[in-house]
């Protein structure tokens, strides 16, 4: 009876065909899916489920998977494409609170011959996690939801296998990690957004800080190995682990960060009793501010070196043209930044604005920072900002000597 009712199209992505509800049927003058789609499929997100699959690809190269479960799968998609493009025989788990999105996980599990090594139950996700994973705990659990994951995420890391596994965590709330809402991303994410020229980085780090949360309060570590920052969305990889003592170190990682309007100065500040103390160093002569303050929120590193090193053999090794376009670009510029994410990124653009100059190319400054001795790279965050050991004061003198010439 729902075959009839729902309007089907067959979708291709990556080395994986799959049916869907149409999205062009339903989603009329809006161009893209909304939450009323009677079965879940955004293709504006194949970037995100082609890194995914190059990135549990990566992580199998040093850790074992043997039971993965996405709890909000829809259509399915995303745990199709695992099961059809990385190796090993995994088992999945697949669940949605909504039977036609079940119905039809099921037919496309069925139709690719994914039977024995895949199930798609009816069920709330939250429940199904933890009930699921009693009988042998997932090492692998992908939270892929339609806004935000904060609901999810302790029972996913409950539902993860104590000597570790893999977390993927999506989230569509970008108003309100992005300092539109700070009240709302307190609430949620347990920490204050805020309005930078980084601001979605500082979304990441919220996200990234909440687990670290969550993972402690379960007495587990978590370490991240890669984020994605792009359109609409953010996505983070870590890899959570039972280890209390590790967990303990990692409460270092936790702070804010602090941001001047007036001279673009940021900061991070590690928490502690003293944070109050710590003198802000602005960087023109007799700033006054004002000051915005983001966080508790994670200050530590966002990718692993070893692991995105992992992804490009991987991805070196792949069909490129099973892949969105944007993808090596991306993993080009996440491996350079990788080791420069102890600052947060600046936005030439927004520097320039501040000070009036015309914005030079991205790769002049790159170039003139490098004459000095500065380490420095792209950042797949925004095509406008470099990482950089420089100080915002120094790039601004770049700046303003070749506006000068």
């Given at each position: 009876?729902h ?5 089907e199209?067959?979708y ?5 065909t ?7 049927h339903?989603s009329g003058?809006?161009k ?6 009677p079965?879940?499929?955004?293709p504006r ?7 995914s699959?190059l990135?549990?690809?990566a992580?199998m190269?040093k850790?074992?998977v ?6 909000l799968?829809?259509s ?8 059809n493009?990385?190796?090993?025989d995994?088992?999945?788990k ?5 039977p ?9 599990v ?14 709330d996700?939250?429940?199904l996690?933890?009930t699921e994973?009693?009988g042998?705990?997932?090492d692998f ?11 999810y995420l302790?029972?996913a890391v ?9 977390l993927?965590?999506?989230?569509t709330d970008?108003p309100v990690l992005?300092g539109v809402y ?11 957004s805020?309005?930078?020229p980084?601001?979605?980085e ?5 996200l ?9 309060s379960n007495?587990?570590?978590?370490e ?6 792009t ?19 990692q ?5 804010i ?5 007036g001279?673009?100065h940021s ?5 502690s ?7 802000f ?5 007799g700033c006054?501010g ?5 966080g508790?929120?994670?200050i530590?590193?966002l ?6 090193s ?6 070196e ?7 969105h ?13 990788s080791g420069?994410?102890?600052r947060p990124?600046?936005d030439i ?6 000070h ?5 190319k991205?790769?002049?400054i ?20 470099i990482r950089?050991t ?5 790039v ?7 506006n000068a010439?």
């Amino acid at each position: 009876m729902h075959e009839q009712m729902t309007v089907e199209k067959e979708y291709s992505e990556g080395r994986t065909t799959f049916l869907s509800a149409d999205v062009d049927h339903y989603s009329g003058d809006k161009k893209q899916p909304t939450s009323s789609l009677p079965v879940f499929y955004n293709p504006r997100m194949q970037l995100n489920r082609d890194l995914s699959v190059l990135f549990l690809m990566a992580y199998m190269e040093k850790h074992s998977v043997e039971m993965m479960c996405e709890p909000l799968t829809g259509s399915g998609v995303r745990t199709l494409r695992y099961l059809n493009e990385c190796p090993g025989d995994f088992y999945a788990k697949m669940c949605d609170a909504n039977p036609l999105a079940v119905e039809t996980a099921r037919r496309n599990v069925e139709t690719l011959g994914f039977d024995d090594r895949a199930e798609v139950i009816h069920g709330d996700a939250k429940v199904l996690l933890m009930t699921e994973s009693r009988g042998k705990r997932f090492d692998f659990v992908d939270i892929d939801p339609f806004g935000t994951p904060a609901p999810y995420l302790s029972a996913a890391v409950q539902s993860i296998s104590p000597k570790g596994g893999l977390l993927a965590v999506t989230a569509t709330d970008m108003p309100v990690l992005c300092g539109v809402y700070p009240k709302i991303a307190l609430r949620r994410y347990g920490g204050f957004s805020a309005r930078a020229p980084y601001t979605h980085e500082i979304a990441i780090r919220l996200l990234n800080g909440f687990i670290y949360s969550v993972a402690g309060s379960n007495d587990c570590s978590m370490e991240p190995l890669a984020v994605l920052s792009t359109d609409h969305y953010i996505r983070t990889w870590v890899r959570i682990e039972t280890n209390r003592t590790e967990s303990n170190r990692q409460a270092s990682k936790l702070g804010i960060i602090r941001y001047c309007t007036g001279c673009m100065h940021s900061d991070f500040v590690q928490l502690s009793s003293k944070v109050q103390n710590v003198d802000f160093d602005h960087k023109i002569k007799g700033c006054a501010g004002p000051i915005r303050v983001a966080g508790p929120l994670w200050i530590g590193d966002l990718f692993k070196d070893q692991f995105l090193s992992n992804a490009t053999k991987v991805l070196e090794k792949s069909e490129m043209e099973h892949y969105h376009r944007k993808v090596p670009d991306v993993l080009e510029k996440m491996v350079e930044e990788s080791g420069l994410t102890n600052r947060p990124y600046i936005d030439i653009h927004a520097l320039c604005d501040l000070h009036n100059f015309a914005p030079p190319k991205n790769q002049i400054i790159i170039e003139k920072l490098k004459e000095q001795g500065y380490q420095v790279a792209r950042t797949h965050f925004k095509p406008t900002a470099i990482r950089t050991t420089a100080s915002v004061e120094e790039v601004t003198r770049i700046i303003a000597n070749y506006n000068a010439r």
